[in-house]
C-alpha cells in the first residue's frame, strides 16, 4: 500500500511539473492590463525585475543628470549617448522629466529587438507634450514642475534607448530623465510597441483611461458578490480598541472606508488602523490614520486610484487585501482622550481565489535626521513581494528646499537596482514642486501649495521663513518593485540640515510563508521537493521541527498527505 501512494504522489508532483511552465508564464500581467487587472496588483511576480534607468550621478555625487549607460560620465557637450539597453521581455511603464528640460527637445529614439532603425524617433517636448503618437493625456501629464508619460513601451526580446547630450550651460540643457520598467521571465509573451494600437489595444488603453479620470471610484466597479461590514457613528475610548471585520477565509477585501470629517491632528496621530492576518498576534498595518491616508496638517484633499481623502463615505482605501484564513481589522484609539468617528466600511468578498496573491503590508516610519546622518529608512523587510509606493512628509526648520535635492535608492535582493535623480522627482515633480525654475503655464500654477494626480502628487509644500514642508505619494501600481529574498527603499536626506523630520508609510505586498517552502523564496520546487524527499516516512515527529518541518498536517509522521500538502503549494 505505501508503495502504491509513493507512485501516485510522484505521478502527480510530475504532473505538475510538466505543466508548469503554462502556469507560470500565464501569471506575467504587462501593458495595459497592469492597471486594470485590480486583483493582480496582490498577485505574486515570480521572475519579474523591476529597473530605472536614470540620470543620477554614478561617482555619488549630486550631479544626477547627463549621465548615461555610455559614454560614462558627466557629459558636457552635444554627443550621441546610450540612455540604457535593457534585455527582455519588458515594458517601460514610466518616462519622466521635468517640465523645464522635457521641454528642450532632448532626442528620444528606441529601438526594439536590435533593429536598426529606431521605431521611437521623436524627442521629449512632443511626447511630455502629447503630440507624439497616440500617446495623449491622461496617460501624460504635468504635475508641480514635472513631466511623466504612462504609456506602456512593451518589446518583445530587448530594447536600447538613445539621445543626444546638449551642451551647458545654458542650465536648462541639463539633462535629467528616469525610464521605469519591468522585465519577464523568458517566454514571457509580449508584443512590441507599434505606432498603431490593434482594436484589442485601444480597448485596453480606454479601461486605463477611464481609471485614470475616475480616481475616486473603486478600480474593479461594482461587485454582485461583495458584502459590507457597516460600523455606525461610534466613541472609541482612550487605550481602547472597535472591530470593524472580524473575517474568515479565503476572502478579499475591496474596500476600506472611515468617515471623520471633523477629527483634529491628535485625532488623526492618535487613531491607528491595525490588521492582522490569519490569526497572527502581530498586526501587519499599524498605521495612524492621518498618515495612512494622507489626511490632515493642512494636507490637501485628494483623489488617488488606490486611496484618498476625497469620497462620499470619508477616507478610502481600495488596495485589494487578500487573506486566507482569517483578517481582523480594528481601530485602536493612543490617546488620553475620547475619538469618534462617524461611519466604517469594510467591503468584502469571500471565497475569493488567492493562490499566489500576497497580503498587504504597511509600515510607517519616522527619523529626526542626526549629524552625518545619509538616508531616511522607508521600507527594509525579507521574504518575496512587490513595494507599491509610499507617503513621504518632510520638514526642516530652515527657508530652504535643499532636503529635496536626496535621492531614492532601492537595493532588491542585496543590490542597489533603483537609483533615483531628488526626492521630488521620485514623485513625478520637479524643479523644487515649480518653485524654482518656474514653468508659469503648470496646471496648479506658479509655487503651487499642493497638486494631486492618479498615482502622484504633493499634498502640501511651502517655503515660509524658517521652515519648509513637502508631503507627497507615489503609487506603483504598473511599475512596482518585485523582490525574492529583500528588499530596502531609502532616501537620502543628507542635504537636509540637522533636526528636519521625516515621516514615511510604505505599502508593499508580501508572501505569506507556506508549508513546503523550506528555502523560504516564496515558491515549492525542486529544492523543496528534495528536502521533503529526505524525511519521507519519518516518524517520531514530536516537535514541528523534527522531520525537518515536513510533518505538515502534525500527524507526527511524514506521509501522503504531506505530500499532497506540498502538491497544493507546487509552484
Request: charged share 20%.
Amino acid at each position: 500500500m505505501t508503495t502504491v501512494k509513493i507512485s501516485i504522489g510522484l505521478r502527480v508532483i510530475i504532473c505538475f511539473v510538466t505543466l508548469w511552465p503554462a502556469v507560470y508564464f500565464s501569471e506575467a500581467v504587462a501593458g495595459y492590463d497592469a492597471y486594470t487587472a485590480w486583483e493582480d496588483w496582490a498577485r505574486l511576480r515570480l521572475g519579474v525585475q523591476a529597473g530605472l534607468a536614470s540620470s543620477y550621478d554614478r561617482s555619488g555625487g549630486n550631479n544626477d543628470y547627463s549621465h548615461y549607460e555610455s559614454p560614462l560620465g558627466l557629459l558636457t557637450t552635444d554627443v550621441n549617448a546610450t540612455v540604457k539597453t535593457i534585455e527582455g521581455p519588458g515594458v517601460i511603464y514610466r518616462f519622466w522629466m521635468p517640465h523645464v528640460m522635457a521641454r528642450r527637445h532632448f532626442v528620444v529614439r528606441m529601438y526594439f529587438n536590435g533593429e536598426t532603425t529606431p521605431r521611437i524617433n521623436s524627442d521629449s517636448t512632443a511626447i511630455m507634450g502629447g503630440t507624439f503618437s497616440y500617446f495623449a493625456d491622461p496617460l501624460i501629464t504635468t504635475c508641480a514642475g514635472g513631466q511623466v508619460c504612462y504609456e506602456p513601451i512593451p518589446f518583445a526580446q530587448s530594447l536600447r534607448i538613445e539621445t543626444v547630450n546638449k551642451e551647458f550651460p545654458p542650465w536648462a540643457n541639463r539633462h535629467y530623465y528616469q525610464y521605469s520598467y519591468l522585465t519577464f521571465p523568458p517566454g514571457t509573451a509580449i508584443n512590441s510597441y507599434t505606432e498603431q494600437l490593434t482594436l484589442e489595444e485601444q480597448q485596453a488603453r480606454s479601461a486605463v483611461v477611464s481609471l485614470f479620470e475616475n480616481v475616486g471610484k473603486h478600480p474593479a466597479g461594482g461587485s454582485q458578490a461583495a458584502i459590507d461590514v457597516n460600523t455606525p457613528a461610534t466613541v472609541i475610548g482612550s487605550d481602547l480598541s472597535i472591530t470593524l471585520a472580524d473575517l474568515t477565509g479565503p476572502g478579499l477585501i475591496r474596500k476600506l472606508n472611515i468617515g471623520m470629517p471633523d477629527a483634529n491632528d491628535m485625532e488623526l496621530d492618535g487613531l491607528r488602523l491595525r490588521v492582522y492576518y490569519d490569526g497572527n498576534s502581530t498586526p501587519s498595518i499599524d498605521v495612524s490614520a492621518g498618515s495612512f491616508f494622507g489626511t490632515g496638517k493642512g494636507r490637501a484633499l485628494y483623489k488617488s486610484i488606490p486611496l484618498g481623502t476625497d469620497s462620499n463615505d470619508g477616507f478610502y482605501c481600495y488596495w485589494p487585501m487578500p487573506f486566507r484564513e482569517s483578517m481582523l481589522v480594528q481601530l485602536h484609539n493612543t490617546t488620553d482622550a475620547n475619538i469618534s468617528i462617524d461611519s466604517a466600511v469594510v467591503q468584502y468578498e469571500v471565497g475569493a481565489n488567492v493562490e499566489k496573491m500576497c497580503y498587504l503590508h504597511v509600515i510607517e516610519s519616522t527619523s529626526v535626521r542626526q549629524s552625518g546622518q545619509i538616508y531616511h529608512p522607508i521600507l527594509s523587510t525579507t521574504g518575496c513581494g512587490h513595494y507599491i509606493g509610499d507617503l513621504l512628509y518632510v520638514e526642516q526648520d530652515a527657508n530652504s528646499f535643499y532636503m529635496l535635492e536626496g535621492d531614492d535608492v532601492i537595493t532588491v535582493d542585496g543590490t542597489i537596482t533603483l537609483n533615483g535623480t531628488g526626492l521630488e522627482d521620485a514623485y513625478n515633480g520637479g524643479a523644487y514642486y515649480n518653485w524654482v525654475a518656474v514653468q508659469p503655464d503648470e496646471p496648479e500654477g506658479e509655487y503651487p501649495r499642493s497638486a494631486t494626480r492618479p498615482l502622484n502628487g504633493i499634498l502640501y509644500v511651502s517655503r515660509e521663513e524658517e521652515l519648509a514642508r513637502a508631503d507627497q505619494y507615489r503609487w506603483r501600481i504598473a511599475d512596482c518593485v518585485p523582490f525574492s529574498k529583500s528588499i530596502e527603499v531609502n532616501v537620502e536626506n543628507r542635504y537636509a540640515i540637522t533636526g528636519s523630520k521625516w515621516t514615511s508609510v510604505a505599502f508593499w505586498y508580501q508572501y505569506p510563508c507556506v508549508d513546503g517552502d523550506f528555502d523560504y523564496d516564496c515558491d515549492v520546487d525542486f529544492s523543496d521537493f528534495a528536502v521533503f524527499a529526505s524525511h519521507w516516512l519519518q516518524s517520531g515527529c514530536e516537535d514541528p521541527n523534527w522531520c525537518g518541518g515536513a510533518d505538515f498536517d502534525s500527524s507526527r509522521k511524514v506521509g501522503i498527505e504531506d505530500l499532497a500538502v506540498l502538491v497544493e503549494h507546487w509552484l
